[in-house]
């Protein structure tokens, strides 16, 4: 049977290493629905997500990062933060992100661009918000 533990992968002395995020607490599930993109003055939307009126979630959580090539714990009580935005069906342009910290020190990132974590586009499938 197939491992299929999410992990990420990153390159230490030569050996590509597999590390995985494991949340042990929830601190909060924010979900907005039906919210106008940044930059616009609409009011919230009525309906579902849409390319127009996106639906926005954010969850935060303690996390624990383990080697899983060596099997070394890296550290507890992390703090990993993931958010995404439902741009509407068929979920294309939904776009996601993920940040682990460790206090005010940044140890991993899906898409830092120097001061945040911004959200990519989605490779396949569809983020729903409801």
Known sequence: MEDLTPFLRRMVDG?????????????????????PPAGTT??????????????????????????????EGLGGSLTLQVTMIDKGEPGRNDTFAVTLWSGST?????????????????????LVVH
């Open 15 to 35: 050996v590509v290493h597999k590390f995985q995020i494991k949340n042990n607490a929830i601190d909060s599930l924010g979900i907005i629905l039906k919210t």
């Open 42 to 71: 609409s009011p919230l939307c009525p309906g579902p997500p849409s390319g127009t009126c996106w639906g926005l979630a954010e969850f935060r959580s303690k996390a624990n990062l383990k080697n899983l090539t060596t099997g």
């Open 106 to 126: 940044l140890l991993f990132s899906s898409n830092w661009n120097g001061a945040k974590t911004v959200e990519q586009q989605v490779g396949g499938g569809n």
